[in-house]
């Protein structure tokens, strides 16, 4: 019994504090052969929380014919629950097992809580490079949401700076037509991250059709992100100068009086005057200067 804590708080150790490969996790679990036990495979349930929403079938064949040739050389690492067992690692082995028609396989139990569970399972694929970036990107924000977790929190679990956990994040930002473009491969990363720069959604998912459609390259999409911003800054610095004269004067006046950016949107008899702040106790100067 005591193996068994000692264990539990080495796999713990190793979760929370470093970007240990899976396979060093797997083989610390495993050191000890008398814990290889036998379980019907009906007893068995994958991982609820199972970052990787998409297997490959081929991949999945090809492991289950190696199964065959030499048999299931690594165990799967499971936790017990509620009578059955849920799988912490090797979701692979599970299905290649049963597409091979096998009534048991070979595991070890592990006492694990949900949020280990759940870390081992995102650690395993993500070092094996088998999420696409938006399942990364939800396996993140599913870690930090319901563990509570800092997005630093995640990226030492995990073994990557915060930044780059960041930017994943940020894919979730994109129209789901675009997310489902990225999952398919339609588009890269790269061409993502320039399409997050565009505020206009209409715009940003014409942008990504078109991309799709003619087969733009990151730069050229740059690009044409760029020469539209600059003219759309033109036009605006165009309107601006076209300002009626009595207009401006006014605004200047405002900004003077006040201290911050004016503008007068005005049209035909009416208008609204747009006054900034940058913080309350800047709006509160700007209102002490109104009254």
């Keep these: 019994m005591s193996n068994k804590r000692a264990l539990g708080k080495g796999l713990s150790a190793i979760i929370s504090t470093s970007p240990t490969p899976v396979s060093e996790i797997e083989n610390i679990v495993a050191d000890d052969k008398n814990r290889v036990i036998e379980i019907d495979l009906d007893d068995i349930i994958p991982n609820p929380d199972q970052p990787r929403t998409v297997f490959d079938e081929s991949e999945i064949e090809g492991l289950a014919e190696s199964i065959r040739s030499v048999g299931l050389i690594q165990p799967i690492i499971v936790r017990h629950e509620s009578g059955r067992y849920v799988i912490v690692a090797g979701e692979r082995r599970y299905r290649a097992c049963k597409l091979n028609g ?11 809580d949900e949020e280990q569970n759940f870390t081992v399972a995102l650690i395993e694929n993500i070092q094996r490079e088998d999420l696409n970036p938006i399942e990364e990107a939800r396996a993140y924000r ?17 073994g990557k700076d915060r930044t780059t ?10 129209p789901e037509e675009v997310q489902q473009g990225i999952i398919d491969k339609n588009i890269t990363q790269g061409h993502a991250k320039v399409l997050l720069s565009i505020e206009d959604n209409e ?26 911003r600059e003219m759309e800054e033109s036009g605006k610095e165009a309107k601006k100068q076209l300002k009626n004269p009595q207009i401006k004067k006014m605004e200047e006046e405002l900004i003077a009086k006040l201290g911050t950016k004016v503008e007068i949107k005005h049209s035909g008899n009416k208008g609204r005057i747009e006054i900034s702040y940058y913080s309350l106790d800047d709006f509160e100067r700007i209102i002490e200067k109104i009254k």
């Design 142 to 158: 599913l870690l930090i949401n319901r563990f509570k977790l800092r997005q630093q929190d995640v990226a030492k679990k995990v």
């Design 203 to 228: 715009r940003l998912l014409k942008l990504y059709k078109e991309v799709v459609d003619k087969g733009i390259s990151v730069r050229a999409l740059e690009k044409m992100v760029l020469e539209t």
């Design 102 to 112: 096998m009534k048991k396989i070979k595991a070890i139990v592990i006492e694990a």
């Design 165 to 174: 956990i960041t930017n994943s994040l940020r894919l979730l930002n994109l």
